[in-house]
């Protein structure tokens, strides 16, 4: 973990946010090849789930939420970790920290006994603070999925089964965030409601399953470093029936990178019932199909029915970490010496191409290079750099340590024949191409 930590700040992925003021403990930064990396990452969740399907939709909700949303879901009741204070050295800690009774701080038996802390952050809203006049800041994206469901079902006119998507931020306020950007205070989802009839759940639950497992893979991450966990009854979450958990050997130890819930129809019952509680105090009669906003229209056997959710939520920030940890590799590479790089999948990399002249102060070559990265810029893969330092085997490592799956070089070659040296990241080989066939060689490169 030291060396990841280490390599995300010095090459710009991730730093502590507000670091320059002891830092905010639990909240971090993305750095300029981290924006790019968390965006493929969601671009790539993003086009497995809505672009590449023909039964999902996307929402991006507000992030403030009214407190009913949190009230009904059953989050102000249930959504606490039990804490422990250590009275002598006044540290809290999670219950499960504390190993034989002992501050895991201070070392000291004195401790009180257990209680429930809730994790949602409050916040003021409008001028005037008071107890009444807060909204939350979601813990979870999937409750306004929930609340938008009628709306995003109408102005679309699915049918059950459908899912509707959405990516990020959520908000807990956990009592120990550590292991860098696997347990944060600020972090993001990307999170699938995907919405089946009552009896059809458990089938939908192995499906999703088995399609995020190969999500995974497809991101760099090895089948040996994934496992399943059956989540046993008297840990799940409130509203689960069953949950799978896929877990990732992260450095700090095999953890959960995503939890693919069962939520029944715990969710959308429980808003359809309350929400049928505001709508009637406001007058609208209970035969009303408006009382059933939530609900889903059985067409054939004309009946209604609250439909059941599969839900896959995978955290953006400990997938970051897992295929950081999973591409990050230190090779020797002869006479002794080393380097290392990130093998990332391309579609990952922040930066595709790095375009480099031979000599930074050489007008011809410099124009050339700059000529060569519009063209492949224009091609819309990502970001592609003009690496103009002057020291190409500076610039090899550099691009090694971040990732970028070519290197191609501008020199006094390329002025007279019209040709570049391209230099593959794996294999460290190089070979030298006509500039009128790059393009297409970019492309497949970039697959
Ligand atoms: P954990 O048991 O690790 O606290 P959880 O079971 O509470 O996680 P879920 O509520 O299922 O997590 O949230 C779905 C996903 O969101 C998790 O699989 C994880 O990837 C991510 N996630 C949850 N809490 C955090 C956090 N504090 N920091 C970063 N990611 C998180």
Known sequence: MD????????????????????????????????????????????SSMV????????????ILSKKEVFKYSGHEETFSDPLVDCKTCKSRWREDLVVDKKCPGCGSGDLTEARPFNLMFKTPVGPVESEEGFAYLRPETAQHIFTSFKNVQDSTARQIPFGIAQIGKAF?????????IFRLREFEQMELEYFVKPGEDESALDYWCEQRLLWWKKQGIRSSSLETYDVPKDELAHYSKKTIDIMYRFPHGLEELEGIANRTDFDLGSHTKNQKDLLLSAQVTENEE?????AAQDLEAKTWYVPYVIEPSAGVDRGVLAVLNEAFAVENVGEGKERTVLKLKPHLSPIKAAVIPLKKNKEELVMLAKEIKQGLQSLGIGRVFLENTGNIGKAYRRHDEVGTPICITVDFDSLENQ?????????????????????????????
Not at 18 to 37: F, K, T
Not at 51 to 62: C, M, N, Q, S, T
Not at 290 to 294: C, F, H, I, K, V
Not at 422 to 438: A, F, H, W, Y
């Open 3 to 46: 060396e990841l930590v280490s390599l995300c700040k010095r090459r710009g992925f991730v730093f502590q946010s507000g670091e320059n003021y002891g830092g905010l403990q639990g909240v971090y930064d993305y750095g300029p090849l981290g924006v790019e990396l968390k965006n493929n990452l969601k671009n790539a969740w993003w």
């Open 419 to 447: 040709t570049v040296t391209i230099r593959d990241r794996d294999t460290m080989e190089q070979k030298t191409v006509g500039i009128s066939e790059l393009q297409q060689l970019y492309i497949s490169a970039l697959k």
């Open 51 to 62: 672009f590449e399907r023909d039964d999902i939709e996307g929402l991006d909700a507000a």
């Open 290 to 294: 408006s009382t059933m906003r939530l």
């Open 172 to 180: 807990r306020n956990e009592i120990n965030p550590r292991n860098f």
